[in-house]
């Protein structure tokens, strides 16, 4: 085959949030990958506790706290990244986007060399503290609203004090709130028409104004860290638009904490522009659950596992191939 048949796809990198997490993630691409194992054992180095053990062996309780989640989610998509970049499938690829889901935009941003592994690593941790101990002094929770329109949810909202914390798809709207708010509001959702409403499995109200003070506590770290303009064009959470500029990055980075977050608007910037095939690194399958929603057509490889990577190639007969 000619050097410009099996490679070069457009794509756009992706990478998981909070929930993605699962006992095991990582563990054969540690065992697999040499670049992998360095970033596991570079994070343990960092954070000052064995993160791989938590990674690989949980408990799954520990593992999905919120101040351990965040970093384990991060090394395990960086581990993932990492081990991808080494392997010949890589090269048959070219990133044109990078972007991910609330905690996921941090791994979005090491993969576009922004920010280096290790300060997005110190601010996940200290995000995922501060989010934690906000949610202890603000109990609250987070619901799915299924199939009911925007303005309906956004009506309801406002009778029961709580906020659009998520955009992820069509016929799918995350809200947050205190906890009482939440099951009241759920409780009349149904009434109202709502197919479904599920409580997520996350241990507080975030991207509300609840989680106002973990921002400004995180916008210290932020100030002082340093961001490079993306090598690979980053779209950010908060206003679904590529960001070049490093000091509006750290910008939309503070405001992402109490903001919602416009996931299923910066998958369509993607797929305007042509890219259709997405590549979707780190734990689980969320992501490519999130985008058959918003538009069938879209092509999503998972790499989580060593299995993944070869699995990842390029169909040869997709259109997307140059």
């Known amino acids: 085959m000619g050097s410009d048949s099996n490679r070069m796809v457009d794509t756009a990198l992706i990478f998981p949030g909070q929930g993605a997490q699962y006992v095991g993630m990582g563990r054969d691409l540690y065992e697999s990958f040499p670049q992998a194992k360095e970033v596991f054992d570079r994070a343990g180095s960092i954070l000052k506790f064995d993160i791989k053990k938590l990674c690989f062996e949980g408990p799954q309780n520990e593992l999905s706290a919120t101040n351990n989640s965040q970093p384990a989610i991060l090394t395990a998509s960086v581990a993932a990244l990492r081990a991808l970049e080494a392997s010949a499938l890589y090269g048959q690829y070219t990133p044109r986007f990078s972007l991910g889901l609330s905690l996921g935009e941090y791994t979005a941003l090491v993969a576009a060399g922004s920010i280096s592994?290790?300060?997005?690593?110190?601010?996940?941790?200290?995000?995922?503290?501060?989010?934690?101990?906000?949610?202890?002094?603000?109990?609250?929770?987070?619901?799915?609203?299924?199939?009911?329109?925007?303005?309906?949810?956004?009506?309801?909202?406002?009778?029961?004090?709580?906020?659009?914390?998520?955009?992820?798809c069509p016929g799918q709207v995350v809200v947050s709130g205190k906890t009482n708010n939440i099951e009241l509001f759920a409780s009349f959702a149904k009434e109202k028409g709502a197919k479904r409403v599920l409580m997520l499995d996350v241990s507080g109200p975030f991207h509300s104004s609840l989680m106002t003070v973990p921002r400004d506590k995180l916008k210290d770290y932020i100030d002082k860290v340093r961001i490079a303009a993306p090598a690979i064009p980053f779209i950010s959470n908060v206003d679904a638009k590529v960001q070049a500029d490093p000091a509006k990055i750290k910008e939309n980075l503070i405001m992402q904490v109490n903001s919602k977050t416009l996931w299923e608007e910066s998958v369509k910037l993607v797929a305007a522009s042509g890219v259709k095939t997405f590549l979707e690194i780190g734990?689980?399958?969320?992501?490519?659950?999130?985008?058959?929603?918003?538009?069938?057509?879209?092509?999503v490889k998972n790499v989580s596992a060593c299995q993944d990577i070869q699995a990842a190639a390029p169909d040869p007969q997709s259109p997307a191939a140059n």
Not at 148 to 165: N, R
């Open 117 to 168: 592994f290790e300060d997005a690593l110190v601010l996940v941790r200290k995000r995922g503290e501060y989010m934690e101990d906000a949610s202890k002094k603000n109990p609250g929770k987070m619901a799915c609203v299924i199939g009911m329109e925007i303005k309906a949810v956004e009506d309801l909202c406002k009778g029961f004090g709580c906020e659009i914390a998520n955009l992820n």
């Open 283 to 299: 734990p689980g399958q969320v992501l490519k659950g999130l985008l058959k929603k918003i538009d069938p057509k879209l092509e």
